[in-house]
């Protein structure tokens, strides 16, 4: 049986916080569009970039604000939260409190400041899946944290648990929460494998910027090759500049896609991949600083 917790309008908040930062985007795209190419256009690409992340973050916190929901079974309670399940085992339910003192929060979470938020309280490690504040909530106490929930009929919520709770577990749940495949891919636990990636993305934007910046006093032609003797060999567009920074960005992505699909069964190849990117980042860069420097 599936409960759904009290209404609020968090979810409604994200949304239309996602929408604003993609508008947001939208105008820094369109005045990227219209300047030349410089520092400040540069600087607006890097804007809209940054704000990625955030934005991911917000769509992730507002799908968990929709689809928030708490299923009771015999063998517990899952509560659903994105793609996130946490089970809290019928075994490992010691009591059932209604509200409490206010928690500690390890940080501040929107939308949805109540749900999936860890903190500390004075009956332990909790773990907050709700949308109301703890004094409004349904704690769930287990011997090693406690789960925050509000079903929206609480009463309701109270009597299926224990018509299930009388039936017996038909089997044993773990308390560790369950994510997609992608969520539990160690990657998101190899430090090395991460700066590696991270380092070539910043080197190929540290490219993409010294030219952005040095573009404006750059000739209309410039040398693009030099031969062994240090001449200039070919002549061209200032533009022509910009293919050392794409290459060096399309070696990143090659070699970070390539390196994702093998690196299940050899990391060791993965991360020489994306550290080949990073080698190649690091020549493209020498050479732009030839012609530019």
């Not at 999936?116 to 909530?137: F, K």
């Amino acid at each position: 049986m599936s409960f759904k917790p009290l209404r609020t309008r968090q979810g409604w908040y994200g949304l239309l916080g996602c929408l604003a930062l993609l508008a947001i985007d939208a105008l820094l795209l369109r005045g990227l569009l219209s300047l030349p190419i410089s520092g400040l256009s540069f600087a607006l690409a890097l804007l809209v970039l940054l704000s990625l992340p955030l934005l991911g973050y917000l769509a992730y916190r507002t799908w968990g604000c929709f689809s928030l929901q708490y299923q009771v079974t015999r063998d517990g309670v899952i509560i659903v939260w994105g793609p996130l399940r946490q089970p809290v085992p019928m075994g490992q339910i010691e009591r059932i409190v209604r509200g409490g003192p206010s928690q500690k929060r390890r940080w501040w979470p929107w939308p949805g400041p109540y749900a999936a938020v860890p903190g500390e309280s004075t009956l332990g490690r909790m773990l907050s899946y709700a949308t109301r504040p703890v004094a409004e909530q349904l704690l769930l106490v287990t011997p090693d944290r406690v789960c925050g929930i509000s079903p929206a009929e609480p009463e309701r919520f109270l009597e299926a648990l224990q018509e299930r709770h009388r039936l017996g577990p038909a089997r044993t749940l773990t308390a560790e929460p369950v994510w997609p495949r992608l969520w539990r891919w160690r990657f998101w636990q190899d430090r090395l494998g991460q700066g590696l990636l991270l380092a070539g993305l910043l080197f190929s934007l540290a490219l993409f910027g010294l030219l952005s910046f040095r573009f404006p006093a750059l000739p209309e032609q410039v040398p693009l090759h030099f031969n062994a003797a240090g001449q200039p060999d070919r002549v061209g567009p200032r533009q022509g500049l910009f293919l050392l920074p794409f290459i060096g960005l399309l070696a990143w992505g090659v070699n970070a896609l390539w390196g994702g699909v093998v690196y299940r069964h050899q990391r060791l190849a993965a991360c020489l991949l994306w550290g080949g990117a990073v080698a190649v980042q690091i020549i493209a860069g020498l050479a732009l600083w030839n012609l530019v420097g």
